[in-house]
């Protein structure tokens, strides 16, 4: 039985090509694609994801969640990284869609028309997850799992010296979601930063007469470009995809269980996700978190869940 997950995204570069690996995976039935700001606007995360979905055409199409702006200030977004318009600018035109369903109520009827059974791949800002759990406490401990995109464990952040991007975005709703009583796995960025594909990736993509192919081909040339100038990197990390390889083959992953909270006050460290490792830890654990994983295996996997050209 595939195994039925929302994907909750504000795309994005990496989440972009994350979706494209869900949307044509058997193993998975995507119920949902619910949009939230960070890397780009709430309206425009939204939009995102319909020229996602439009351009890749997969054999099913989910359902799309609306983002609206967050309750908090979001203090950055990631243009820096995944341009203006948050798909390397390649300014994709969209269908005006008639009816537009908030990203919380569609999670909320998704999970409450198969309790325990949706697991919900967070690789955005946590604002959405914490909207559903504030106008219905019931259902986080409804959701079979989440499995989030963000936080570091031991590294530094992204964003900031001590903060993730996505948990940097709304700390708020990071700790409300860290603090409820749902099944979380966390898959970090001390993690993710250590997979950085090269150039090689593109001999690698589907053919360009697939719409994925033509779809990457368009916006991974600025990443890449964008990698190069920001940090003087010949490569670019995906966060997202390594993190959604995370919830569909977990055994190329270590977990280990783990107690963690978000700061959301400190001047310089709002945004920080802090894990209590004191050798006789106070705080109970509340998630499982990726600390280890096979780099090669996790590599091959996307490519495959790509549809790409298999790595040796
Ligand atoms: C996260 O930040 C965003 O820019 C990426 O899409 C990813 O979700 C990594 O810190
Ligand atoms: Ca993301």
Same mark, same amino acid.
């Given at each position: 039985?595939?195994?039925?997950?929302?994907l909750?995204?504000?795309p994005g570069?990496d989440?972009?090509?994350?979706?494209?690996?869900?949307l044509?995976?058997?193993?998975?039935?995507?119920?949902?694609?619910?949009?939230?700001?960070?890397?780009?606007?709430?309206?425009?995360?939204?939009?995102?994801?319909?020229?996602?979905?439009?351009?890749?055409d997969?054999?099913?199409?989910?359902?799309?969640?609306?983002?609206?702006?967050?309750d908090h200030?979001?203090?950055?977004?990631?243009r820096?990284?995944?341009?203006d318009?948050?798909?390397g600018?390649?300014?994709?035109?969209?269908?005006?869609?008639?009816?537009?369903?908030?990203?919380?109520?569609?999670i909320s009827?998704a999970?409450?028309s198969?309790?325990?059974?949706?697991?919900i791949?967070?690789? %955005?800002? &946590?604002t959405?997850?914490?909207? *559903? /759990?504030? #106008?219905?406490?019931?259902?986080s401990?409804?959701v079979?799992?989440? +499995?989030?995109?963000?936080g570091t464990?031991?590294?530094?952040?992204?964003?900031?010296?001590?903060?993730?991007?996505?948990i940097?975005?709304?700390?708020?709703?990071?700790?409300?979601?860290?603090?409820?009583?749902?099944?979380?796995?966390?898959v970090p960025?001390?993690?993710?930063?250590?997979?950085?594909?090269?150039?090689?990736?593109?001999?690698?993509?589907p053919?360009?007469?697939?719409?994925?192919?033509?779809?990457?081909?368009?916006?991974?040339?600025?990443a890449?470009?964008?990698y190069?100038?920001?940090?003087?990197?010949?490569?670019?990390?995906?966060?997202?995809?390594?993190?959604?390889?995370?919830?569909v083959?977990?055994?190329?992953?270590?977990?280990?269980?783990?107690?963690?909270?978000?700061?959301?006050m %400190?001047? &310089?460290?709002?945004g920080?996700? *802090? /894990?209590? #490792?004191?050798?006789?830890?106070a705080?109970?654990?509340?998630m499982? +978190?990726?600390?280890?994983?096979?780099?090669?295996?996790?590599v091959?996997e996307?490519?495959?869940?790509?549809?790409?050209?298999?790595v040796?």
């Open positions: 039985m595939p195994k039925k997950v929302i909750d995204v504000d570069i989440d972009a090509m994350a979706l494209c690996m869900a044509f995976d058997p193993d998975l039935d995507v119920i949902a694609v619910t949009a939230v700001g960070g890397n780009c606007p709430a309206d425009k995360a939204t939009r995102n994801v319909q020229a996602i979905i439009e351009q890749i997969p054999p099913r199409w989910p359902r799309i969640g609306a983002a609206s702006p967050p200030r979001l203090p950055v977004d990631g820096y990284l995944h341009g318009d948050g798909l600018d390649v300014k994709f035109e969209v269908a005006e869609l008639r009816t537009r369903h908030p990203s919380e109520k569609v009827d999970v409450r198969a309790p325990n059974s949706v697991t791949i967070a690789l %955005g800002p &946590l959405n997850l914490a909207r *559903v /759990f504030q #106008r219905d406490p019931e259902l401990s409804l079979g799992q989440i +499995v989030i995109s963000g464990v031991k590294g530094p952040g992204n964003i900031t010296p001590a903060a993730e991007f996505n940097y975005c709304d700390p708020e709703a990071a700790r409300e979601v860290f603090r409820s009583p749902s099944t979380k796995t966390l960025l001390d993690l993710t930063n250590q997979i950085v594909l090269s150039y090689d990736l593109f001999n690698r993509l053919e360009e007469s697939t719409k994925v192919g033509k779809f990457l081909r368009k916006i991974l040339p600025p890449f470009r964008a190069r100038q920001q940090f003087g990197l010949e490569g670019i990390h995906v966060h997202d995809s390594i993190a959604l390889c995370a919830a083959n977990p055994e190329l992953f270590a977990f280990r269980e783990m107690a963690a909270d978000v700061e959301t %400190g001047e &310089l460290t709002a920080m996700t *802090v /894990f209590d #490792r004191r050798r006789v830890p705080w109970r654990h509340n499982e +978190v990726a600390i280890e994983m096979e780099e090669k295996k996790v091959a996307l490519i495959r869940r790509l549809g790409g050209e298999p040796e």
